[in-house]
């Protein structure tokens, strides 16, 4: 398995594990009791990681995001509190999701290990938002909110190779939405408006475009030998049918529990190689 192969088979587990935790109703409910909107959590929670940057600074960060929707949302939760507390709140609600959904995952500290690696060695050249998040302290009390941890970082590198691979395929991020899965409710969802663009004629770029970000993508993924990127490839998607059905992969918690250390807080730029645990 190559590492681009790799990117591409893991793509959408690392999709929905990385984001998972937005959706969950406790996640809805901190928002609530931070006295925010669902949408200025979500926007703030994102790219707050960046600091107290200018809007229109976390819309170029977020890119597919529209810059009048980041706008709203930034200064809806500016009101309320800096921008990196509610990064570290959202940061605070995915370890949290994780202690409750991954814990009892089979082989949770063998994903942690290969996902800590290709974390670790990623080359954050071009993604703002991935940088940002991999410098925020990591959950060491519990591997299964390390490993949520770990899936939002691999979700915001893909995401940051797909911006960079959009704008090489001469493809708007309005395009690039619309030619996609989604087409024009994704980008509805994503505080644009109409009326949109054709997608008919944007359906190749936006193919090479999905290949480009696996090209990218699977930079990370060379750390891996092939043998452990067949490995990765198949824990990520027992971590899907883990959420469909909890029941269907349940190990004693107790036996992912990892010691804590109080006060010390993992440097994903100077803990590498051997050491790096």
């Known amino acids: 398995m190559t590492p681009d192969q790799t990117a591409s088979f893991v793509k959408n587990a690392v999709l929905e594990l ?12 901190k928002a609530r009791q931070l006295g925010l909107t669902g949408w200025a959590f979500y926007v703030a929670g994102r790219a707050g990681a ?21 706008r709203d949302g930034w200064e809806a939760a500016r009101k309320v509190a800096p921008p990196a507390e509610v990064a570290g709140h959202s940061a605070a609600e995915c370890a949290r999701w994780g202690r409750e959904k991954l814990t009892s995952l089979s082989g949770l500290s063998r994903l942690v290990e290969l996902a800590e690696r290709v974390v670790v060695d990623a080359d954050p ?9 991999r410098a925020m302290p990591v ?29 090489a395929s001469a493809l708007t991020p309005l395009e690039a939405i619309v030619a996609g899965p989604d087409g024009e409710s994704g980008a509805t969802a994503f505080g644009w408006h109409p009326p949109f663009p054709p997608f008919a004629p944007l359906m190749r770029k936006r193919a090479w475009a999905e290949a480009l970000t696996d090209r990218i993508a699977g930079e990370a993924y060379r750390t891996l030998e092939p043998g452990e990127r ?48």
Do not use: K
């Not at 490839?233 to 971590?239: G, M, P, R, S």
């Open 18 to 29: 990385g984001g998972a935790f937005r959706q969950d109703p406790p996640t809805t409910r």
């Open 50 to 70: 960046l600091g107290d940057v200018c809007p229109d600074t976390a819309a170029a960060a977020m890119a597919f995001v529209a810059v009048e929707a980041v």
């Open 125 to 133: 050249s071009g993604m703002p938002l991935f940088a940002a998040w």
């Open 139 to 167: 959950p060491e009390d519990c591997l299964g909110a390390r490993a949520a941890v770990l899936l939002h970082l691999m979700r915001e590198h893909r995401g940051g190779a797909h911006i960079q691979a959009v704008r």
């Open 230 to 277: 067949h490995e990765l490839v198949d824990l990520l998607e027992a971590a899907r049918q883990l959420l469909t059905d909890p029941r269907a992969d349940r190990r004693p918690d107790r036996e992912w529990q990892v010691p804590a250390r109080p006060g010390r807080t993992y440097d994903w730029s100077a803990n590498r190689g051997p050491e790096f645990r």
